[in-house]
Nanobody
Framework: QVQLVESGGGLVQAGDSLRLSCAAS????????????MAWFRQAPGKERDFVAG????????RYNDSLRGRFTISRDNAEKMVWLQMEDVKPEDTALYYC?????????????????WGQGTQVTVSS
């Protein structure tokens, strides 16, 4: 099992920066945090949950939703069991509930159904 707790969301203005955090707790026998690919997804009201960014087990590989590349950066620290999403120049369309997710593979998939564990989400609201 992996428990994920997101934090860092809030109400910000367009153009601001924001850093989301995801703290992981791994209780599966024989597994460590570095065994999991990690990702951020987001879901805006009335819309499907979309892939934002993903990072491989070592942090050496990352992938992004093409529409967000250049503004968002994902990172991780396996020793601290943390994942972050740095958001720059946020826009009102970035308003959503942001979820942290873990997959029992080494490289991050794009599809949400390939992720095994999810946090409860942290709300980001961007005012214009």
């Amino acid at each position: 099992q992996v428990q994920l707790v997101e934090s860092g969301g809030g109400l910000v203005q367009a153009g601001d920066s924001l850093r989301l955090s995801c703290a992981a707790s791994v209780t599966s026998a024989g597994r460590v945090f570095g065994d999991y690919a990690m990702a951020w997804f987001r879901q805006a009201p009335g819309k499907e949950r979309d892939f934002v960014a993903g990072i491989g087990w070592s942090g050496g590989y990352s992938r992004y939703n093409d529409s967000l590349r250049g503004r968002f950066t994902i990172s991780r620290d396996n020793a601290e069991k943390m994942v972050w999403l740095q958001m720059e120049d946020v826009k009102p369309e970035d308003t959503a509930l942001y979820y942290c997710a873990a997959a029992t593979v080494l490289l991050p998939p794009l599809r949400e159904l390939e992720y095994n564990y999810w946090g409860q989400g942290t709300q980001v609201t961007v005012s214009s």
